[in-house]
Structures are given as structure tokens and as C-alpha cells.
T-cell receptor
Framework: EAGVAQSPRYKIIEKRQSVAFWCNPI?????LYWYQQILGQGPKLLIQ????????DSQLPKDRFSAERLKGVDSTLKIQPAKLEDSAVYLC??????????????FGPGTRLTVL | AQSVTQLGSHVSVSEGALVLLRCNYS??????LFWYVQYPNQGLQLLLK??????LVKGINGFEAEFKKSETSFHLTKPSAHMSDAAEYFC???????????FGGGTRLMVKP
């Protein structure tokens, strides 16, 4: 079974530029998550989708971050414009069963963003 | 509100020694608790989870954790460390009142030969 795929693996940009990350979850998984992991910290949830609808985006900085999951499969996360403090690893995860809080989340390898 | 605190950002053990990684939680309702492991340049992988069934939970790679409500703890243990256990370990909590998995700050485990 293929895992969660993410691209690119690494990205370096200058502040005020824009950047986009892509995630393809495990086939058939209804729920998709985007996390931000700053160096030395645990992952923090940015947004959660169930199929193509947003379940929780309370921690997404909506003035600069946006995400979509068209057709309920893959997803993109965009930052525009980027700030220095956005330097982090952006992790995508997916889980199979909708509305099941204890369902295992499967994580991709992440995209490491460096903002100069 | 819910949160987890992992005591010790770095833990070093000798190969063959007991591994003990500490996690304490705070939750206003009964929690579900998880331990994830992250190897360098990889995503997180689930080690084990507590979902209100047995309080002693066995996971992959010989790890286990015990849910202790009186101590609000969910410490991770392994009887004998292997070099391959060197990684970062994250404790996480979710409760039935919400759908957000909240992670601790992580503990980096180093295993000395």
C-alpha cells in the first residue's frame, strides 16, 4: 500500500514570496490533515478536511495561508506572502474513517520550507 | 482544553538498557492518547494508542505504555534499547469533545553502544 506522498521535499524561498505544497493521501482515506512542525517542537494542526469539506481550520493563519482539497483526494497548501517564521516542516497526514477520533493518522515525509 | 507535556527533550540510554519516555496529559474529558516516532527525514509513525480499553497498551518494536488516570500519565517504555530506536518520540492527545490531535514537544532518544 502506497503511503502519503508529498512534494516538494525541500523548498527555499525569500520572504514575501509565495509557495505551494502538494499532498496525495492514501487511497480511500476520507480525512486529510496539514500540520506545521517548527524545529524543536511537535506538529501543530493547521487544517483538517473530511472529503472536500473543511472540518477545522481554527489554527490556520488565514491572512497568508490557504488550503484546498478539490475532489476530495489530493490537497494543496499555499503560503502567500511567506514570513521568516513560516520556516518549518509541513506534514500531511490522512486517516481512513470519518469522524473517528481514534483512527490512526498516517503521515507523509513532509516538506521542509526555509524562508530567507 | 487538552495538552501533553513531555518531560525531557533529550534522553540518552545505553544499548540494552531500559527506555522510559515520560508524558503527562491534561484533559477535561477522558482522553485518547498516542505515541508517535519520527526517524530523521521521515514522517511520523504510530507506535501505539490508548482508546479506553486496556490501560497497558502494547505497540510495535517492543514498546508499551500504561495509562494511569490518577497520575495523568502515559509513559512509554521498552525493556531493552536497540541502536535502531534512536529517533524523536511524540506523545499526543485527543478527546471526544474535539477532533484535534495535540502533540507534545517531543523527546529525542539517543542510544549509546
Amino acid at each position: 500500500e502506497a503511503g502519503v506522498a508529498q512534494s516538494p521535499r525541500y523548498k527555499i524561498i525569500e520572504k514575501r514570496q509565495s509557495v505551494a505544497f502538494w499532498c496525495n493521501p492514501i487511497s480511500g482515506h476520507a480525512t486529510l490533515y496539514w500540520y506545521q512542525q517548527i524545529l524543536g517542537q511537535g506538529p501543530k494542526l493547521l487544517i483538517q478536511f473530511q472529503n472536500n469539506g473543511v472540518v477545522d481550520d481554527s489554527q490556520l493563519p488565514k491572512d497568508r495561508f490557504s488550503a484546498e482539497r478539490l475532489k476530495g483526494v489530493d490537497s494543496t497548501l499555499k503560503i502567500q506572502p511567506a514570513k521568516l517564521e513560516d520556516s518549518a516542516v509541513y506534514l500531511c497526514a490522512s486517516s481512513l474513517i470519518p469522524d473517528q477520533h481514534t483512527d490512526t493518522q498516517y503521515f507523509g515525509p513532509g516538506t521542509r520550507l526555509t524562508v530567507l | 482544553a487538552q495538552s501533553v507535556t513531555q518531560l525531557g527533550s533529550h534522553v540518552s540510554v545505553s544499548e540494552g538498557a531500559l527506555v522510559l519516555l515520560r508524558c503527562n496529559y491534561s484533559s477535561s474529558v477522558p482522553p485518547y492518547l498516542f505515541w508517535y516516532v519520527q526517524y530523521p527525514n521521515q514522517g511520523l509513525q504510530l507506535l501505539l494508542k490508548y482508546t479506553s480499553a486496556a490501560t497497558l497498551v502494547k505497540g510495535i518494536n517492543g514498546f508499551e505504555a500504561e495509562f494511569k488516570k490518577s497520575e495523568t500519565s502515559f509513559h512509554l517504555t521498552k525493556p531493552s534499547a536497540h541502536m535502531s530506536d534512536a529517533a524523536e518520540y511524540f506523545c499526543a492527545v485527543i478527546n471526544n469533545a474535539g477532533n484535534m490531535l495535540t502533540f507534545g514537544g517531543g523527546t529525542r532518544l539517543m542510544v549509546k553502544p
